[in-house]
C-alpha cells in the first residue's frame, strides 16, 4: 500500500521505517528539514536499537522516502498521525498544535476516500473533532494507537502485543478493512485486535500508560515503607510478583519513571479528566506522580547525608543520564534530574552516560560529563547508578574500588548485588532495601 507518515520523531520514524519492511510504499513526513536529510541519509536522529538496519533496507528498496514537502502524502491511501503531544508549557494538559497542524496539511493533500490514522497520544475526544474535520474533504479518520517501549520500539511495531483501531459507526467496515491491509503481516501471525469506537481508542492508550506507572509508584510507595521498617523491597516485589494476578514485571523500584510518555500522559488524562468533570476518577495520579518525584529527592537526600549534609565541593560520580538504558532520551529523566540537583547544591558532579552524553550535554551544558566510565569513576567520594545500563550492572566491585576516593555507593535502580559490594568494601546502599 502507499502510506505516509506525518512526523519523524520517536514514533514516526520507527513507523515509517517498520511499514517500509513490511512491504508497503511509505512517506515519512516532517517540517525539520535536519531531521529528513538525517533520515534520508539512513542516519537515525536518536539512537534505537535496530532502527538504523531498517531504515537502509527502506531506503535501498526504493518503497521509503522522506520529505518536508506535504504534497509528497497525495498518493497515500493511508496517513499516520505521528507527532509529538508534549505537555503544554506552564500547564498539565497536552499541547497540540501539532496534531492539529498535521491534521490540516494531510487534508491540503489527501485524496478523498483516503485514511488518516492518528497515533498520536491525545486526549479522549479528539478523534471525534477530527473526524468532522476530515469529513468536509471525503477523508476518514480511524484512531489507532501505539504502545512502542524505546529501545524495542522496532519489535513493539512490527510484532505488537495487540492492534486497536478505534473507528466511527458510519465507516466501522472500510476503515477496519485498510487497517487489515496495512497490518496484514501482522494479523497473519495471530496479534490481537480489537476494534473500538474512537474514546475506547483514544483511552487504552493513556489507561495503560496511566497504569504502568501507577505500578511503578506503587512499589517506590513500598519502597518507602521498607527505608523505615528494614524490609527488602526488591524481595517485597519477588515475593508479591509470583502472583500471577500481580506479575513481576514493572515492579523494579528506584528512582521512578521518566520519559517522553508516562510523565506528561498521566498528567494530560489528569486535566482531562478535570475537564470534563470526572477529576475524582484519576485524582490518585497526582499521588503517583508525586511518590515518582519524590523517590529523585530521596537518592540526593541519600548522598547529602552521607557528607553528613554538606555535599558542597564533593565529587560524586553520577552513573546514567537517559530516562532508562537502550535510549539516549533525557526527556523528564530521572538520572538526569538528579545530576542537576546534586549540582544544583554545590556537589562537584561528573556524569556519565553511554549513549545521552550529546542530549544531556545540550540541555544541560552546565553539567560535568566524563568522556569514560573509568574517567568519571576516577577519585570519586560517592557513585550514584541512576540508569539501568548493562555496563553499570556488570562493574566490577573490587575493580571499581581501587579508582575511587571513597567507596560509597548509591544504587538508584537496586540493579547492583549489595552482598557482593559490600564484601569488596563499598557502602552500599539500595533504594527500599
Ligand atoms: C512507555 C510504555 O511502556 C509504552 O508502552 C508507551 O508506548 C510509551 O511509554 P517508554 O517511555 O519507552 O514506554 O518506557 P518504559 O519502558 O515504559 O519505562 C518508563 C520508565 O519507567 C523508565 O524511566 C524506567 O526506568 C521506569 N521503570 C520501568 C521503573 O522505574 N521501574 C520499572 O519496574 C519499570
Request: proline share 4%; net charge negative; charged share 25%.
Amino acid at each position: 500500500m502507499q502510506l505516509s507518515v506525518i512526523g519523524c520523531g520517536y514514533l514516526g520514524a520507527v513507523h515509517a521505517a517498520s511499514m517500509a519492511s513490511l512491504g508497503h510504499t511509505v512517506v515519512g513526513i516532517d517540517v525539520d528539514e535536519a531531521k529528513i536529510a538525517k533520515l534520508a541519509a539512513g542516519e537515525p536522529p536518536f539512537h534505537e536499537p535496530g532502527l538504523v538496519d531498517v531504515l537502509k533496507d527502506g531506503l535501498a528498496s526504493g518503497r521509503l522516502t522522506f520529505s518536508t514537502d506535504y504534497s509528497d502524502l497525495a498518493d497515500a491511501e493511508v496517513h499516520f498521525i505521528g507527532v509529538g503531544t508534549p505537555q503544554r508549557s506552564g500547564a498539565q494538559g497536552a499541547d497540540m498544535t501539532y496534531v492539529n497542524a498535521a491534521t490540516d496539511a494531510i487534508l491540503e493533500h489527501a485524496k478523498p476516500g483516503s485514511l488518516i490514522a492518528g497515533k498520536s497520544t491525545v486526549p479522549v475526544g479528539t478523534a471525534a473533532r477530527l473526524t468532522e474535520l476530515a469529513a468536509t474533504k471525503g477523508v476518514r479518520l480511524a484512531w489507532n494507537p501505539e504502545f512502542l517501549r524505546e529501545g524495542f520500539a522496532i519489535k513493539d511495531t512490527v510484532d505488537p502485543d495487540r492492534l486497536v483501531y478505534g473507528v466511527t459507526d458510519a465507516t466501522r467496515d472500510e476503515d477496519t478493512a485498510t487497517l487489515d491491509n496495512v497490518y496484514a503481516t501482522i494479523l497473519d501471525r495471530g496479534t490481537p485486535r480489537l476494534v473500538t469506537n474512537q474514546p475506547t481508542a483514544e483511552l487504552v492508550k493513556v489507561a495503560a500508560n496511566s497504569f504502568l506507572a501507577t505500578k511503578i509508584s506503587f512499589i517506590n510507595a513500598m519502597a518507602e515503607i521498607s527505608e523505615v521498617t528494614g524490609a527488602d523491597v526488591t524481595q517485597l516485589a519477588d515475593a508479591i510478583g509470583h502472583d500471577e494476578r500481580i506479575g513481576r514485571k514493572f515492579l523494579n523500584a528506584g528512582v521512578g519513571f521518566g520519559g517522553g510518555c508516562l510523565p506528561k500522559d498521566i498528567r494530560a488524562f489528569t486535566a482531562r479528566a478535570e475537564e470534563l468533570g470526572k477529576g475524582e476518577s484519576v485524582a490518585f495520579l497526582k499521588q503517583v506522580d508525586e511518590i515518582n518525584l519524590r523517590r529523585r529527592q530521596r537518592v540526593v537526600d541519600l548522598v547529602v547525608d552521607s557528607f553528613d549534609g554538606q555535599v558542597f565541593g564533593h565529587r560524586v560520580t553520577v552513573l546514567g543520564l537517559a530516562f532508562k538504558p537502550d535510549s539516549d532520551d533525557i526527556r523528564d529523566s530521572p538520572a538526569l534530574d538528579v545530576a542537576v540537583r546534586l549540582k544544583g547544591l554545590g556537589a562537584e558532579v561528573v556524569s556519565y552516560d553511554p549513549e545521552a552524553m550529546d542530549t544531556a550535554r545540550r540541555a544541560h551544558p552546565q553539567l560535568n560529563y566524563a568522556d569514560s566510565l573509568e574517567t568519571a569513576l576516577d577519585g570519586s567520594e560517592a557513585v550514584v547508578v541512576v540508569t539501568e545500563w548493562k555496563q553499570f550492572k556488570a562493574l566490577d566491585p573490587a575493580e571499581t574500588l581501587a579508582k575511587v576516593a571513597r567507596p560509597v555507593i548509591f544504587d538508584g535502580r537496586n540493579i547492583l548485588d549489595p552482598a557482593a559490594w559490600r564484601d569488596a568494601g563499598w557502602t552500599y546502599t539500595g533504594m527500599g532495601r
